[in-house]
């Protein structure tokens, strides 16, 4: 990919050390961050390229990783300290609840991501969760408008940098929010109308993540609702969200259908690749899957909503034909 003159999926974010623990035991220092989830989930399906920045601790191993699924790592910044870090700790009867321990930014304090050639000419581009600004200066850097820029952001930046936040979603073409985010962004309780009003400063959807609820994909002239793969053992759900993020850009980037139903389409392929993330601890799923499990789980999830349409002349099963109203 190096010699091609643009390249496909692009995403600047973070690589960490993680250390979390669940109901399900812990992790010290384990492989983590947006840019890495992401570029996993997404390499299963396109060629992608990483800006980000990591540490002199960088393990060796750990850049194995990348090269196992042919990530482009031209822009893995090794600077001198150590690799960001960050720890969680899970509700041990709710996995949806989550408390983070520390963040150590370390050499990602003064992150400030360079874009070579190629990169500025990425086709489609991921800003995943950093600073607004960083964000914005990504933007500035492309050399030409990507087909589609998604970002990422979280309550921190809603918080103590909204103008900076407003000014990127005005730019980009599709937000992926939780649904707290969504609303304390949109200063809107109802989801549907905070949504809208998200989509009225300039994207064309919204992707509100609502954890084991699944997602809601709003567009200006559709809604669209997935559920979140049931499943029986929830490891770690960190990471869920890039990881998401990941399936629903590698599927775009790979087709090229922007179409409200491929964007649809690429809300399950993300709630697919998220869910084999939280079957396991860091990338220990997402590093080793197979095709054709992708695929086998890409088939029973569309079953799980897959309901007989009313066919011509046919109607709910109603008592009588008197409405309550006559
Ligand atoms: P998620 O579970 O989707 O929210 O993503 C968790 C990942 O985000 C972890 O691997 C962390 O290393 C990374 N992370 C946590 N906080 C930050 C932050 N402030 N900036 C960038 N990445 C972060």
Known sequence: MKNSATCPLLVVGSVAYDSVKTSAGSRQDALGGSAMYFSLSSSYFTPVAVVAVVGEDFR?????????????????????????????????????????LYTQLNVFADFSPKLNREHRRARFLFLANIHPALQLDVLRQMEFRPKLVALDTMNFWIGGNRAALAEVVRQVDVLFMDEGETRQFAEEANLIRAARKILSMGPRGVVVKRGEHGVLLVQNASLFAAPAFPLERVVDPTGAGDTFAGGFMGYLASTGDLSPRGLQRAVVLGSVMGSFTVESFSMERLHALRHEEIEARYRAFIELFKVSPLRNGQSLPWRNAAQPSD
């Open 60 to 100: 060796e191993r750990d850049v194995g990783v990348f090269k196992a699924h042919r990530v482009d790592i031209s822009g893995l910044e090794r600077r001198e300290g150590k690799t960001f870090r960050w720890s969680g700790v899970y509700g041990m009867e709710d996995v949806n609840t989550r408390e983070t």
